[in-house]
């Protein structure tokens, strides 16, 4: 199920391309797909305690797009909405 779904979210992200605010919302759950796709196929191939240094596990690298989701929409919060409320 995770072809389908995350084909889907990046379809609906393409298509909302000219509304910022619908775009930024869209890659952001993209990436939160793709985050936990990772983490559950960590699981169920069974790599997830596998250690890749500092104290990390694999599961651990399903944060990366986590954070990158919070990032784009903490872009569109902080930065771009400030400076735009009258052009929406």
């Not at 305690?49 to 399903?62: P, S």
Request: charged share 10%.
């Amino acid at each position: 199920m995770i072809i389908p779904t995350l084909t889907i979210s990046i379809i609906i992200a393409y298509r909302t391309r000219n509304i910022f605010s619908e775009l930024a919302h869209n890659l952001a759950i993209t990436v939160w797909i793709t985050a936990n796709s990772f983490w559950m196929c960590s699981e169920f191939f069974g790599v997830d305690h596998v250690e890749i240094g500092y104290g990390f596990t694999v599961k651990h690298l399903a944060m990366i797009p986590f954070l990158i989701g919070m990032l784009i929409l903490a872009y569109y919060y902080i930065w771009y909405k400030q400076r735009h409320k009258g052009i929406l």
